[in-house]
Structure formats: C-alpha cells, structure tokens
C-alpha cells in the first residue's frame, strides 16, 4: 500500500517515526540557542561542538552497532583511559611517538579480543563482562600512571586533531565523517550489518539461518575496543596530558546517544541516522545550556533525564498502540461471533 | 455411577485464531473415580485442563461444580474450588524443603511460621498418601517420582477434590510409575477425582476405571475401562477421514541421498536408521516427546548428534552446525516460525535472503537489494505469498503467509534434503494444501524429503514410507501401502509386539 502514497504522506510518515521527533527537538534546541547567542550558528561554533566530543561520538557509532546486536560494552570509557596511559607511559618510558600511538591501538584490539573470548567464545553476558572490565582496564590504566600526569608530548601530537589538516578541516572532522558514512554503509548497506540487526532481533533464528553468530560478535567487540583505543588517543592529543583518569564515565553519555538516537535497549532496532540525530541533540543541548551559564551537574542531570525520556517515549507509545491494537482485535472478533451467531 | 458428579464441563468451546481446539466439548468426573483422557497430538487434553484450572476461558460452555457453575479465572482459585494439576515435570522449588513445599501455597498462616507443626501436618498428609518421605530433606534431591508425590500431597493440603494429572509417567521409571499408581488409588480410595492423562495405553488401562477419547477437539467417546479393548480405543483416537488431503503423486526415485546409521544423542534419541532417496518423501510420525525434531535439528547440525554416523552423498560426516548443513545442501524448516524460523520485525525480502545472504553481496560486502527484491518477488509469485509489498513487515503478514515465506527463505537455498518440521501447523486449510502441493512438487522435481509431522493422516499421504517413533526409539519403518493410521498409532504408542510383527 506504501507505493501509492503521494508525497506528503511519506514526509508525514518519516516525521512521525523517531527520527523526526528527534530532528524537531534538535530544531528547537537550535532556535533556542541561536536566541541566546545569536552567532550561535556560525560555522566556527557548529565546528568546534564537533572537534570537542569527536572522542565520544566514534565509540557512540560503534556502540550502536553493539547495542543493536543485543550487547553492551561498559569498558569502552576504561579503554580509552588505557590506551592514553599506555601511550604517556611508553612515551615517558622514551618510545617514540609513533611507536606509542601504535602500542595503544594494539591495547584496544588485545582488550576487545578479550572481551570477545568471554561473549562470544565462552558464552558470558556482555553486561558482566564489559562490567568487570570497566574496572580491569581503568585498573591497569592506573598501575601504569600511578598519581602522575604525564604531558609535554611534541608540538605535532598536541595541535593534532585541533590544525587544519585539508582545507579548513582539522584531523577530528575529518575522522568524524570517516567515521559516519563508514557507519552507515555498514550497518544500513552491508551484508554485516543485516547479520547485526539479524542477530539482535533473534539469535536462534540467526543461528538456525546458518550466520556466524559468534564471529559476528568476535568483530563487533574488537572494533569496539579498537575504536575506544583510538578515541583515547585522540583525547590523550587534544588534552596533552594524561592521567589514569582519563575518560572516566564517558560511557554514560556514550550509551545516552545511542539509546537517544532510537536503538532499542533490547537490540534489534535503531538507525546510524537516529543516532546521528541524538548526537547533535547532545551537543548542542550541552552547548547552549553553557551558554545559558548553567553549571556542569545540572548539565548532566539533564541529560540523564533525557536518557529516561529516550526509553521511555517509544515503550510508552508501543504500549499505547498495542493496546489500541488488541480492542480493535476485540471488535473485530465480537462482531465475527455475532455474523457466526447469525449464521448458525 | 449412583454418586453425584464433582466436577462437570458442558458444551466447551475454545478457539485459536485458525483452530478449533475444543468443540462443544463435555467430561463429567465423580469422586472416587480415576478417568483416563486419551487421544492424538492438538486433540484438545492439554487445553480441557488448561480451562480447568483456569489458564484459559473457555469461549462458550460451562463449568459446574457439585452442580453449580463457577468461573474459573486463574490458578489460585482453580486451588480454592479445590481443582489442582500436576505434570510431567514438577514444579517444586529445589532448595526449600519437603514440608515447605507442601505448604508453599498456604497464604493464611500468618507473619511466623510454626515449623513444628509445619512438619507435623506435612507428615501427616504423606502418611495418608502412604508415601514415606523426611520431610525436612530439600527437594533438590529427590526423585522425580518422589517430588510428584510432593506435589500431590501440596494438592491435598489444599483439599484437592480433582486431581489432574497430566503425563504424569512420561519421565519415571517402571518402579517409580508402580508408586505413583500407588498414591492414585489411595486417593480414589479417599474420594478424591483424578483425571489421568497418558499417551502410554497400557499403563491407562492399568489404572483407569473409565477411558474418555478426544479427537480434533471433539469428545469421541467416554466407556467404562472393562467394555474397551485396545483396537476399539486406536479406532477411536484415530478415525479421521483422509479425504481433504492431496493425491500424492509418485515422483521417480533416485539414488539414496541421505542416511542415518545408530545415530544417537545420550539423553534424547538412541538407534535411529533410514535411507532417502532422491524423490523420496519419509515421513517422522510420533507423538509428543517422541523425539523427532531432535533428529532433524541433528541433521541440520544445531544440535549435533554424539553418536552413529549421517552419510550424506555416500560420504560419511560429522554434522556440526548449520552453516555446514547449507553447503552440504540441506534445508531445515522449524516447527516454530516465531522463535527460530523468521525475524518478525524485518521485511519478507531480508527473510528470505538471510541463509543465502552471501550471493546478493557486491565485492564490497554490500548488499544488491535490487537483485535480492528481485528473488523475494519471484516467491511472492511461485508461492503466492499475500502481501502488499516484500518490503511488508513478515510480523504482520498471516499464519499461512508467514509459513510460505519461510518456505521461500528455504527453498532459495537450492536444496538436496528439504526436512519440514510440522510445516502446516497453525495455517488455514488452503494454505495447507498449497504447502501439500508444494513438498509434491519438490519430489518430483529429485529432492529428498524429511517430512516430520504430528497430523497423521497428512504424514500418511504425503510419505512413501513413515519412520516412527516412540520416546527416542526408532520403533519402524513402514511403506505406504501397509501403514494405516492404527498400525502407526499402534507404533507410536509402545505397543511393539505389533510393531515387530509388521517390520519383518
């Protein structure tokens, strides 16, 4: 029935779906902000609200993936401390640069690797493991540091992220939109990511349909850790120093993307572009309420309840449905009897 | 019977969507009475107790009790009428002990627990049940037998005046069945009402003072035990006209595809032996419990078998997943559609194309949707799948149309050995007999067909030959022209004198 709809049908459609709630609230943030500060949208600024939580949005595009796929991964915030610290320390230890950047990478392969082992191999909840590790990684990270903060790293690795790289366009917006459209070919393109969604609606049916369940899960946990590794790299240059807590509790605001942008908490749902939506939600909420000089705990207790709303919004509207749903049902069956009764 | 009834169901219906599970429906059960309800696979027992007891409403009819009608809403007051079921597998709680099991549904005794007497009345209540028992051992270690005991004496602490019980001996050994009739004629001895549910006949006519027969939903017959005889009552479970199936046409046989030589799995099926050949159709009959989707899901390696051999294409093989049975070219289609057969929320086009996802990638590992709409469109015509668009949400697509996309899903996959798993179960008739038509079909056209199915009469038209079996036992193998629904039904129900008989 879809195919004779006319245009504006299909435009009502899409604004009634998730992503266009998401696309009206980020449009009121906008107008709210611009109010406030009225170059509020110059290029410069929309800029810098990228290049400041570049860190964060990366592991918010491969969560996705996971949350999608039924699992979670706490650890990411930990591994990105732990990749930083293992690079301050090589660093400190005299390694250079380059040898440090590619030391911390191969931490987050080896830490999703072992992530990997207990959930996908051994058949461990993801909850707990990437719980247990969540405090293993920020351990190490902080064996490695101690109580020190290690910085004066070379002029090169402090400006990188931050320094027009091509164009007017520094390394972090360039590795953001590397990122986004490697996302969304993936997840929305590929035969992976139909796997991904497959396996977060039903496993079994999965597993009945031949899909490597496991290997799909093996790669999802690396590219998680591997990510996380890199965003802590990132963090570590545009910060030029590092402690052990570094990163500590970004998971949150990780996991308030994702669920935000509209992926189920239970897998199997949720688009790259609602996500996409959540970010910029978060972004320039926090952005403006800055500029509002609302202090930082408030921020933050703002966005956590935007993570209760983002849960509850869509279960409240599937409850209301479906309870619509089963009177029609209802009707429909009572007025069937009634014919039978009159047929008999 | 000169007593006046407990418990009377009159006229019960009951529907499901598509079937009709119980049709105008009446038992009468007296006290001091132990009533044996036999009948095949969907003939409606399990949902008659489950109305009993309150799970379910029944559509039209009614239940009396000494006479009087009541409504039945839920569990506790099915116990507070005095009506109590125990089944296959007892529902205690492992770490509480014998005596607070018993009495785990008594809600009045107030904030402290009085253990002494507790124990006492627990003991008591065993004694009456003649059943000797420490009734502060936890239950986690007692025997099956011993913990439906429990449950029969939770049952009478609740003042049962009905008793149901349902396959009560499927999983007990021959000593622990004897204890448990023992316990069933001490409480008819007590003026206590069990109805007695088995599909083991000999152990019904063992215990059983009357014997009512379902059949599709229907009462067929209800007889004082002494005035049955075995043939009588299989002629009564089965007696169904054939005539609604499809003519089976004979499609030419080839060489043997497929075989099964002492294939085992410890615990579930044991000696399993067949050959299928090319255009061959060989049908798994049985009734519930006897193991015959365990057999297909080893062939279709989700859960492999641990001993004998599958010799697939005269290699001998070790079946270890699913991903190997597709590229040996074996389709698997599940009995249930909702938890392993299809991913409700996604389209009819990634349904179908999920096994064989593979072909429609570009050297990108990105998906051609064009050429995968392409084939979902194909099916949607071949299998006239009714739906506005095979971009249609499958979760809202009917029984039967759901049923022939998981056909198309794997059908795609270009198969050698088809096996189906009740592939008309909860669909329409006219769904059904185009389902028929197309296992026909994929005969004709050389493919070897594993046909498991609790409806006996489609399992004896649509096979050559039917393998029956019986609590993981292979008990036969019988050609069509000799297997009639008794012999099988026979078969199925342990009763393998006959079996043998007819097999040599």
Redesign the interface.
Known sequence: ???DKNFLSVVWDKLKSWEGFLLLVLILIIIGNTSLAPNYLSIGNQMNLFILSIEKIIVALIMAFIIINAEIDLSVSSMMGLSACTLAWLYSQGAPIPVALLAGLLIGVLGGAFNAFWIAKVGLPSLVVTLAMLIGFRGFARVLLEDKSIGDFPVWFDTLGQQPLVGPFPLALLLFFLFVIAAI?LLE????G??V??IG??R?????????VNRVKTILFIASGTVAALAGLLFAARLGAVRGDLALGFELDIITMVLLGGVSIFG??GSIYGVLLSIMIVLNLRNGMSLANITGHVQTGVIGMLLILSVLVPNMTQTVRAYLDRRRLAEASSKNNEQLSVNN | MDKKPVLEMKNISKRFDMTQALDNVSLTLYPGEIHALVGENGAGKSTLIKTMTGIYRPDTGNILLDGQPVHIHNSQQAQSHGVAAIYQEPLVFPDLNVAENIFISHRDRGAVVSWKKMYKDAESILEKLDVKLDVKMPARGLTLAAQQAVEIAKAISLDVRVLIMDEPTASLSAHEVAQLFKVANTLREQGVAVLFISHRLEEVFKISDRISVFRDGRHISTNITGDVTHDSLIRDMVGREVGDYFAKSQAEKGEVLVSARGLGKEGVFSDINFDVRRGEVLGFAGLVGSRRTDVGLALFGIEPADAGEIIFEGEPLTMKSPEQALKCGISYLTEDRRQFGLTMPMSITSNISLPTLKRYLSGLGLVKHSREKATAEDYRKRLTIRTPSVNHEVGKLSGGNQQKVMLGKWLNAEPKLFIFDEPTRGIDVGAKAEVHHIINELAEQGLAIILISSDLPEALAMSDRILVMREGKQMGIFNREEATQEIVMTAAMGQSHLTEEISQ
């Not at chain 1, 393109?189 to 992976?192: A, C, D, E, L, V």
């Not at chain 1, 079994?204 to 490597?212: D, H, I, Q």
Request: aromatic share 20%; glycine share 12%.
């Open positions: 029935m879809s195919h070919l393109y590929s035969g992976f139909r796997y969604y497959v609606n039903s079994e049916v999965a597993e009945y349909s031949g899909v490597k199997g749902s």
